[in-house]
């Protein structure tokens, strides 16, 4: 008890200097460039297992971002997210119903974008505009892990290879959309955006095949169980690898992410004394010489 009170105590006597400076008015007067960002949302994708102009099952994400502002239009953003997508086909509208597959993955994706803003900032971080819109693109890499239910457990569909195709669950997306910044106080902003990652792969769902694969091709049992579960509900036509379309691998898999996130402008104060700090050690170091 004693050890938590003593660490409690130690995070409020470290975070008040920071609350303090960061509400002066002498704070206020110093420019900020830099932004960290926390922040959760939704999370949808589009594949083989969506209904043709219709949105996939939404599901939760968390990001936390970095951003600098190198112009007053112009910003540059690092940005993690974890978020999870799932699909099924026992809701379909379509003849889906009758493949009788599903899927869900928990996702991380690390990204670096630009962001151009319709208005510019002002001369100060704090005669930025009241509500600012603006549109980004970037890279990043998108690890994602399809699993399947059977007999109750879940089960990683990319090492079973369930149609004969081994694929990398480690991929590049290219992410872009739009948002807006409403200014909350001189220190802190609300970030709202929503963006399409565009990907490389078909392989979110672990469905793209036109056909079934050969049984006998297949790694396992528990592979040619998950490659066709149409034997389950009964669907299985009599030749399974010449009859009935698995997938469509015309298109390839992507996602939307929408979310939310507070942002607070960092003092610059903090990178300074710790570019001071550095400096005066290195000229200790060289006078010890």
């Known amino acids: 008890m004693r050890k938590r009170v003593f660490l409690l105590l130690l995070v409020i006597a470290t975070a008040v200097p920071f609350v303090a400076e960061s509400q002066s008015?002498?704070?206020?007067?110093?420019?900020?460039?830099?932004?960290?960002?926390?922040?959760?949302?939704?999370?949808?994708?589009?594949?083989?297992m969506v209904d043709p102009r219709e949105f996939g099952k939404v599901k939760p994400?968390?990001?936390?971002?970095?951003e600098y502002?190198?112009?007053?239009?112009?910003?540059?953003?690092?940005?993690?997210?974890?978020?999870q997508t799932a699909?099924?086909?026992?809701?379909?509208?379509?003849?889906?119903?009758?493949?009788?597959?599903?899927?869900?993955?928990?996702?991380?994706?690390?990204?670096?974008?630009?962001?151009?803003?319709?208005?510019p900032n002002g001369s100060r971080f704090y005669q930025r505009p009241g509500i600012n819109l603006h549109a980004f693109i970037?890279?990043?890499?998108?690890?994602?892990?399809?699993?399947?239910?059977?007999?109750?457990?879940?089960?990683?569909?990319?090492?079973?290879e369930t149609e004969g195709v081994k694929y990398s669950r480690f991929q590049p997306v290219i992410p872009f959309g739009l948002g807006a910044r409403i200014k909350v106080d001189p220190f802190f902003n609300v970030l709202i955006e929503g963006g399409y990652r565009k990907t490389f792969t078909d392989y979110l769902d672990d469905v793209s095949s036109t056909?079934?694969?050969?049984?006998?091709?297949l790694k396992s049992d528990l592979s040619r169980a998950l490659s066709?579960?149409?034997?389950?509900?009964?669907?299985?036509?009599?030749?399974?690898?010449?009859?009935?379309?698995?997938?469509?691998?015309?298109?390839?898999?992507g996602y939307f992410i929408m979310n939310v996130t507070l942002q607070y402008y960092m003092p610059t104060e903090i990178f300074r004394t710790q570019r001071k700090l550095y400096t005066q050690k290195r000229k200790a170091n060289r006078r010890k010489r």
């Open 211 to 217: 056909r079934y694969p050969d049984p006998a091709i």
């Open 25 to 48: 008015f002498y704070a206020v007067r110093r420019d900020r460039n830099f932004l960290l960002g926390a922040g959760s949302g939704i999370a949808y994708y589009q594949g083989d």
């Open 69 to 83: 502002y190198i112009l007053p239009r112009i910003s540059v953003r690092a940005g993690a997210t974890w978020f």
């Open 61 to 66: 994400n968390i990001a936390v971002t970095a």
């Open 228 to 253: 066709d579960r149409r034997p389950e509900i009964g669907t299985q036509p009599s030749r399974p690898t010449e009859v009935g379309k698995r997938g469509n691998p015309a298109n390839d898999d």
């Open 87 to 119: 699909g099924s086909d026992k809701t379909a509208n379509d003849d889906r119903v009758e493949r009788n597959l599903h899927f869900r993955s928990s996702n991380w994706e690390v990204n670096m974008t630009a962001a151009v803003s319709l208005i």
């Open 138 to 160: 970037g890279v990043g890499m998108l690890h994602f892990n399809p699993k399947a239910e059977y007999q109750g457990e879940w089960h990683a569909l990319a090492p079973l």
